[in-house]
């Protein structure tokens, strides 16, 4: 009798905790040869970024030091559960990494532009990009942050997560990171990046800790790397999944009833027993 309860408590304890949580039975790997790459109006002295993927697509490797340069998935990203790894491979810069995600192809030349920026800083620097930018020089921070941009910043907009005109071009700062904000990546060290996305959230975690969690109201499009001044910069090992579906109440309800209920007939059969 002991043996076919404590059977029946797993067999119970197991449907409580799949109905808690959703998990994919396995997550879909990215192929990244069928992705595309997009750089900005070129600036003096920074060409536009090249991008090489792997022949088995499960890598792609950005070899310019150069204007702010995108790799543009083939998918949308509301609504998904996406994992890889970032890694710089050389220690002679030290400017910015990082993703974009709601990005729609074109969007370098797209005066309605509206996405998200994920970028992370090595060490603070100010810098000016001159012609054709024809704003003043801006401060990059070191660290992690998410930023909204808007129409076509300049490069001296990028750098700083500024919007240094009224006509709806640059870049807003939403959030620096929980645990990253102030800290720089390190050279020939392999980040893992996850990012949830929803059409009113964003939630990024770095190594499995949470640095970034922001509400709003966001556009859907596609998620992309993205390099700044940044050559020798390697992302890797992309997989796709569903977002993770989140309890409901009722569901938490379920739960402790059920727990509750395994929990008061233990006891009865140990007073018995």
């Known amino acids: 009798m002991s043996f076919k309860f404590n059977r029946m408590c797993a067999m119970w304890c197991v449907a409580l905790a799949g109905s808690?949580?959703?998990?994919?039975?396995?997550?879909?790997?990215?192929?990244?040869?069928?992705?595309?790459a997009e750089s900005y109006p070129a600036v003096s002295g920074f060409g536009a970024g090249v991008w090489t993927p792997a022949l088995d697509g499960s890598?792609?490797?950005?070899?310019?030091?150069?204007?702010?340069t995108l790799y543009v998935s083939d998918f949308n990203a509301f609504g998904t559960d996406v994992r890889g790894n970032i890694r710089v491979n050389s220690n002679n810069d030290d400017d910015y990494i990082g993703f974009?995600?709601?990005?729609?192809?074109?969007?370098?030349?797209?005066?309605?532009?509206?996405?998200?920026?994920?970028?992370?800083?090595?060490?603070?620097?100010?810098?000016?990009?001159?012609?054709?930018?024809?704003?003043?020089?801006?401060?990059a921070f070191e660290g992690l942050a998410v930023s909204r941009v808007?129409?076509?910043?300049?490069?001296?907009?990028?750098?700083?997560?500024?919007?240094?005109?009224?006509d709806g071009n640059g870049l807003q700062e939403l959030a620096r990171g929980n645990t990253l904000g102030a800290t720089g990546w390190n050279?020939?060290?392999?980040?893992?990046?996850?990012?949830?996305?929803?059409?009113n959230s964003l939630m990024v975690f770095v190594?499995?800790?949470?640095?970034?969690?922001?509400?709003?109201?966001?556009?859907?499009?596609?998620?992309?790397?993205?390099?700044?001044?940044q050559a020798d910069v390697t992302y890797?090992?992309?997989?796709?999944?569903?977002?993770?579906?989140?309890?409901?109440?009722?569901t938490y309800a379920l739960m402790l009833a059920g727990l509750v209920a395994v929990g008061a007939v233990a006891r009865r059969r140990k007073a018995r027993g």
């Open 236 to 250: 890797s090992a992309f997989t796709v999944d569903p977002a993770p579906a989140i309890p409901e109440p009722e």
């Open 207 to 229: 190594d499995n800790q949470l640095e970034l969690s922001i509400n709003g109201n966001f556009s859907d499009g596609r998620l992309a790397f993205y390099n700044f001044s």
């Open 20 to 36: 808690a949580v959703s998990l994919g039975a396995s997550a879909a790997p990215v192929d990244l040869n069928t992705w595309s």
């Open 59 to 68: 890598s792609v490797h950005q070899s310019v030091n150069g204007q702010p």
């Open 187 to 199: 050279e020939f060290t392999t980040y893992e990046f996850r990012f949830v996305f929803q059409p």
């Open 150 to 166: 808007s129409g076509i910043p300049t490069a001296d907009e990028f750098w700083g997560h500024v919007n240094f005109d009224a």
């Open 100 to 139: 974009a995600i709601g990005y729609q192809p074109g969007d370098t030349l797209n005066g309605s532009a509206d996405y998200l920026l994920v970028d992370w800083k090595q060490v603070d620097q100010f810098f000016n990009f001159g012609s054709p930018s024809n704003t003043p020089g801006s401060t």
